[in-house]
């Protein structure tokens, strides 16, 4: 493989689209073993291991809180030497997660093995491919970004059923050990060879102080305050979906459907993203994404059970957790300009991998305390409306000529 600097200059690299569908496979891989198989899992390992669910999803929580611990040390060691070694010793030490979870009969072993998922997940999911993508493509950018979330939309699509049929088949360990193989058989080589190297064009020290005045900036504040609190109200209500439909007058059988269209409705999201690009900026697209989110919350306070008004909420619902992925890849560039994306994406990730690992404990600790599923939907509209308001925070006065803004005949 040819080496690249990071202005994205190569000579006999692989084309692009190529690099972007192999990356593309390895998020679905990533997103689907990492983040999505526990839910399907957890009813297995709770019965044969006689583990409560706080200690089940409890040390995935922990794993979560640990990803955001590591990702801005992550995004820095991408800009100082490129994706290609991080995101290959991400898959080794997912592959090594799932096999210490796949032994664990003491809770221990069982937190030790999702904390390494945690490291894992900092290291191999959207943020570091995303820095990744600005070091090979930085003209491209913004389509690449766009083209990798529509192949990881099919991670719970693909891994759920699949994980359920293998635990039904050989059981949670071996499925769990299945898909550690995964990682070291496909996962390792395509980072391994399909992401070139890359010449590192500042020094550990300069890349330091270039971090340091970013982290300085109260744009980047606002910017991850927004991003923070939109991963909150889509991980909280993602876990209480069904009953905060019900509490509208929907039987079970409309939020189940209801709740199915929305994963549908992300991945259009992202295509009709990818057909627009050339006309909205990246920091449009994130403030659709805000705006869309206060939408959905304010119909789930409001519609009456009318199949219409369900499948409404989950279009807006749906889009904008679909093009809030890319928003989050995508407008730090425009806001900030081309220096060190992978330690912009890591102290963005921070906050956000938090508020996702720790809202539905929140969220259940709230109507714990005596609060009614209806008010608590009302505080996720209002945490929703906080989160444009940070936004707009964040995207006021930014300069016009350091937004990026893909033409839509662009190829990859």
Same mark, same amino acid.
């Given at each position: 493989?040819?080496?690249?600097?990071?202005?994205?200059?190569?000579?006999?690299?692989?084309?692009?689209?190529?690099?972007?569908?192999?990356?593309?496979?390895?998020?679905?891989?990533?997103?689907?073993?990492?983040?999505?198989?526990?839910?399907?899992?957890?009813?297995?390992?709770?019965?044969?291991?006689?583990?409560?669910?706080?200690?089940?999803?409890?040390?995935?929580?922990?794993?979560?809180?640990?990803?955001?611990?590591?990702?801005?040390?992550?995004?820095?060691?991408?800009?100082?030497?490129?994706?290609?070694?991080?995101?290959?010793?991400?898959?080794?030490?997912?592959?090594?997660?799932?096999?210490?979870?796949?032994?664990?009969?003491?809770?221990?072993?069982?937190?030790?093995?999702?904390?390494?998922?945690?490291?894992?997940?900092?290291?191999?999911?959207?943020?570091?491919?995303?820095?990744?993508?600005?070091?090979?493509?930085?003209?491209?950018?913004?389509?690449?970004?766009?083209?990798?979330?529509?192949?990881?939309?099919?991670?719970?699509?693909?891994?759920?059923?699949?994980?359920?049929?293998?635990?039904?088949?050989?059981?949670?360990?071996?499925?769990?050990?299945?898909?550690?193989?995964?990682?070291?058989?496909?996962?390792?080589?395509?980072?391994?060879?399909?992401?070139?190297?890359?010449?590192?064009?500042?020094?550990?020290?300069?890349?330091?102080?270039?971090?340091?005045?970013?982290?300085?900036?109260?744009?980047?504040?606002?910017?991850?305050?927004?991003?923070?609190?939109?991963?909150?109200?889509?991980?909280?209500?993602?876990?209480?979906?069904?009953?905060?439909?019900?509490?509208?007058?929907?039987?079970?059988?409309?939020?189940?459907?209801?709740?199915?269209?929305?994963?549908?409705?992300?991945?259009?999201?992202?295509?009709?993203?990818?057909?627009?690009?050339?006309?909205?900026? +990246?920091? *449009? $697209?994130? !403030? /659709?994404? =805000?705006?869309?989110?206060?939408? %959905?919350? @304010?119909?789930?306070?409001?519609?009456?059970?009318?199949? +219409?008004? *369900? $499948?409404? !909420? /989950?279009? =807006?619902?749906?889009?904008?957790? %679909?093009? @809030?992925?890319?928003?989050?890849?995508?407008?730090?560039?425009?806001?900030?300009?081309?220096?060190?994306?992978?330690?912009?994406?890591?102290?963005?990730?921070?906050?956000?991998?938090?508020?996702?690992?720790?809202?539905?404990?929140?969220?259940?600790?709230?109507?714990?305390?005596?609060?009614?599923?209806?008010?608590?939907?009302?505080?996720?509209?209002?945490?929703?409306?906080?989160?444009?308001?940070?936004?707009?925070?964040?995207?006021?006065?930014?300069?016009?000529?350091?937004?990026?803004?893909?033409?839509?005949?662009?190829?990859?």
């Amino acid at each position: 493989m040819a080496d690249i600097d990071m202005r994205g200059s190569a000579s006999g690299a692989a084309p692009l689209w190529r690099t972007v569908s192999l990356l593309g496979v390895a998020q679905i891989i990533s997103w689907g073993t990492l983040y999505y198989t526990l839910t399907v899992l957890a009813a297995p390992i709770r019965q044969e291991l006689g583990f409560t669910e706080l200690t089940i999803f409890g040390a995935f929580t922990l794993g979560q809180l640990l990803s955001g611990i590591a990702a801005p040390l992550i995004g820095r060691r991408i800009d100082r030497a490129g994706g290609r070694g991080v995101m290959t010793a991400g898959s080794v030490v997912a592959a090594l997660a799932l096999f210490v979870v796949a032994i664990a009969r003491e809770p221990v072993v069982f937190t030790i093995g999702w904390m390494l998922a945690g490291v894992a997940m900092a290291a191999c999911l959207y943020d570091p491919a995303f820095a990744t993508l600005f070091q090979i493509a930085p003209d491209r950018y913004r389509r690449t970004v766009t083209g990798l979330t529509l192949f990881g939309g099919f991670a719970s699509t693909i891994f759920w059923p699949l994980s359920h049929t293998l635990a039904e088949a050989w059981g949670w360990r071996a499925t769990l050990i299945a898909f550690a193989l995964l990682h070291v058989l496909v996962c390792v080589p395509i980072h391994r060879l399909a992401i070139p190297k890359v010449k590192p064009r500042l020094s550990i020290d300069v890349a330091a102080d270039v971090a340091h005045t970013y982290e300085r900036d109260r744009r980047l504040i606002w910017l991850a305050a927004s991003f923070a609190a939109a991963t909150f109200v889509f991980s909280a209500l993602s876990a209480y979906m069904i009953s905060a439909l019900g509490t509208r007058g929907f039987t079970v059988e409309e939020a189940v459907w209801i709740g199915a269209l929305i994963g549908p409705m992300q991945v259009l999201a992202r295509v009709v993203e990818w057909l627009f690009a050339g006309r909205i900026s +990246a920091i *449009g $697209v994130g !403030f /659709a994404a =805000c705006a869309l989110s206060l939408v %959905g919350m @304010l119909l789930l306070n409001v519609i009456p059970a009318a199949p +219409a008004l *369900g $499948v409404l !909420f /989950a279009l =807006c619902y749906g889009a904008s957790n %679909g093009i @809030l992925t890319i928003a989050r890849g995508t407008v730090p560039a425009e806001l900030f300009g081309s220096h060190q994306q992978g330690a912009l994406l890591g102290s963005l990730a921070r906050p956000s991998f938090i508020a996702k690992a720790l809202a539905p404990a929140l969220f259940a600790a709230g109507l714990s305390a005596g609060f009614s599923m209806r008010t608590g939907i009302a505080m996720l509209a209002f945490v929703s409306a906080v989160a444009l308001v940070c936004f707009w925070l964040a995207a006021r006065g930014t300069p016009a000529p350091r937004r990026i803004v893909a033409s839509a005949s662009d190829p990859i």
